[in-house]
């Protein structure tokens, strides 16, 4: 069974290879078509787009939760909470399998005391309807603006045969028809048949249509702007654009070898953006498409988990984009393997022992955690007051320096501290976001870190990122 998984798995991500693979290939055999044509980059389409994309997305997780409150009205998730759960999972569509950002959810609500079948029923509905929704809108918008034109259709009939397409996608999701055959495909799982009164009523179908349609426009919309933001796409066009996204997305969807349709989508898009441009553009738009959304995606999970745990966004952006807290875990822990039977001092430990590097070392170590806040429960100790001489084998300082003024002294009190070869140990930032305001003073270089530790006998000094673009140093200074 765990070769079947593994096979399949490697199974999914040859296939995704090899549609890029392809796609790339495409571009660089029209390289010089690219560097003919005449783009026409554009800053306020491009920031139009996330204006579009970003509630679009947000609206899904809103979407999750109605159909949440109408299957189970006396438990209600807020708001607020079911968003994070909901792209806590999306996260997970780049799995592949397709259902690990729904099991995610499961998970997560369960853990507030919501029911495993009203979570499981919610997210068959979420997909069911998700999908109806997208091809019903898609097909409807498509055959409007392309209806004559491919589809052979009179004047007089291209018009109404969208209209019929979606009255005939509307009864489908009637529940007496939707829900014979979602318990098809729960008998055929082998999960227990749901009863009438566990469906969702017709009135509520409709409203969760209703919801994703808006949601659709908007990110489609967003589509039409990334585009327009990179080359010339009339306005009357918008319709067209946006059906061509929603459905090449949804094609994706089914994809499910493909995690998050990466992949199929870019395929599709650029199969149906030839509609109106070279093969060589609606591919790269294709390709940008993929890196565009992923970053929507990235701005409201930073958004969420820095609102939710009441912590500066562009500081919670660096750390997932650079992996900073990584870079000095990796540090501390490749320092304190060895290290036994020392007296360590960490200033600045923060609250309780999150930020604390404590747990790096071993329990033969004497470890004084401090700081200057009462409240953490740790030693009082500023490091700008105090008089330490050859107390201390080792002494960390961990994000703490750029938050004290006198640096100098603070530096020249750490030196005095350390017995002779003793180690002191800093973490500082490079290009970093200002946070902890109004006591964020300094940012560092290299150079500045030697000129400042030159009193220390050897320096050994790390960066994070690039060296020209440092986001953060961790560095050992030796007494």
């Known amino acids: 069974m765990k070769n079947k998984t ?6 999914s991500y040859l296939i995704v290879f090899t549609i ?4 790339g290939k495409g571009l660089i055999e029209n390289w010089q078509k690219l560097k003919e044509y005449n783009f026409s980059f554009n800053y306020f389409y491009l920031i139009s787009s996330f204006v579009f994309l970003i509630p679009g997305i947000v609206l899904l997780g809103f979407i999750w939760n109605a159909i949440l409150r109408s299957l189970e009205p ?26 690990w950002m729904y099991l995610a959810r499961i998970y997560l609500g369960a853990k507030e005391g919501l029911s495993k079948k009203t979570l499981t029923l919610s997210v068959f509905y979420e997909a069911a309807l998700a999908i109806a929704s997208a091809f019903l809108l898609s097909i409807f918008l498509l055959g409007l603006v392309f209806g004559s034109k491919f589809l052979g259709l009179v ?12 009255g005939a996608g509307l009864v489908f999701i009637h529940p007496k028809i939707f829900n014979f055959f979602l318990n098809l495909f729960l008998k055929r799982i082998k999960k227990t048949e749901l009863l009438t009164g566990d469906f969702l009523s017709y009135s509520a179908v409709l409203k969760i249509i209703l919801y994703y349609f808006i949601s659709y ?18 306005f009357y066009d918008i319709l067209g654009a946006i059906g061509i996204y929603i459905l090449a997305s949804v094609l994706g969807t089914l994809a499910v070898f493909a995690p998050s349709g990466l992949g199929v989508r870019e395929a599709f898009l650029a199969i149906f953006l030839q509609l109106y441009f070279p093969l060589s553009i609606a591919t790269l738009i294709a390709l940008l498409a993929r890196v565009w959304t992923t970053l929507g995606e990235i701005t409201i999970f930073m958004g969420l988990y820095s609102f939710m745990n009441k912590k500066d966004f562009f500081r919670v952006l660096a750390h997932f984009i650079f992996r900073i807290r990584q870079f000095n875990n990796r540090c501390l822990k490749n320092l304190a393997g060895d290290i036994r039977n020392k007296r360590i001092l960490e200033i600045g430990s923060g609250q309780g022992d999150y930020y604390s590097a404590k747990h790096f070392f071993d329990s033969s170590n004497e470890f004084i955690q401090s700081d200057i806040v009462e409240g953490y429960g740790h030693k009082i100790i500023d490091v700008v007051q105090m008089n330490y001489k050859n107390e201390f084998d080792i002494i960390l300082s961990l994000s703490v ?12 009190n750490i030196y005095r501290a350390l017995r002779p070869d003793g180690l002191a140990v800093f973490f500082v930032p490079g290009f970093y976001p200002l946070h902890g305001e109004s006591n964020d003073y300094w940012r560092f270089t290299e150079h500045s870190l ?30």
């Open 450 to 479: 030697k000129r400042l530790l030159k009193k220390f006998k050897r320096i050994k000094i790390k960066h994070s990122g690039l060296k020209q673009f440092p986001f953060a140093y961790y560095i050992e200074a030796v007494k």
């Open 155 to 166: 004047p007089d009939f291209y018009i109404l045969f969208p209209v019929l397409a979606m």
């Open 20 to 23: 890029f693979f392809f796609l």
């Open 74 to 99: 006396n438990k209600k998730l807020p708001f607020l909470k079911a968003l994070w759960f909901f792209v806590c999972g999306w996260l997970y569509r780049y799995l592949p399998g397709a259902v």
């Open 401 to 412: 320096l750029e938050h004290i003024f006198d640096i100098h002294q603070a530096i020249e």
């Open 6 to 11: 593994i096979i399949r798995k490697i199974f």
């Open 217 to 234: 426009i908007l990110i489609g919309a967003g589509f039409f702007f990334l585009v327009r933001s990179l080359a010339y796409l009339p």
